[in-house]
């Protein structure tokens, strides 16, 4: 069973950065892709960014794009969110996400949640 923790949320200012982090075990990860969900208070989860852990190629929604940066490391299995320039929309709890055999033309359906880590942006 794939069991993904996270860590890193917190409290920042708007125009801070946060890094947050997911390290993953329980399984073999070569054709997975991992990334990560948002879900701000009253809002629906939406997508934010996966990684195809095979070539490391990134996805990101509109929203983030040029503000945040996916990346991985093979040797500790584990997935970083590095935001910067952050506003008080991105205000959420984050969530790390895991899907087997991901392609990337069908999108990003996570089968595998952590547990969700909160990100305040303050104005």
């Known amino acids: 069973q794939v069991q993904l923790v996270e860590s890193g949320g917190g409290l920042v200012q708007a125009g801070g950065s946060l890094r947050l982090s997911c390290t993953a075990s329980?399984?073999?990860?070569?054709?997975?892709?991992m990334g990560w969900f948002r879900q701000a208070p009253g809002k629906e989860r939406e997508f934010v960014s996966v990684?195809?852990?095979?070539?490391?190629?990134?996805y990101y929604a509109d929203s983030v794009k040029g503000r945040f940066t996916t990346s991985r490391d093979n040797i500790k299995n584990t997935v970083y969110l590095q935001m910067n320039s952050l506003k008080p929309e991105d205000t959420a709890v984050y969530y790390c996400?895991?899907?087997?055999?991901?392609?990337?033309?069908?999108?990003?359906?996570?089968?595998?949640w952590g547990q969700g880590t909160p990100v305040t942006v303050s104005s």
């Open positions: 996400a895991a899907q087997n055999v991901f392609i990337p033309a069908l999108g990003f359906k996570s089968e595998y």
């Open positions: 329980g399984g073999t990860f070569s054709t997975y892709g």
């Open positions: 990684i195809k852990w095979s070539d490391a190629r990134t």
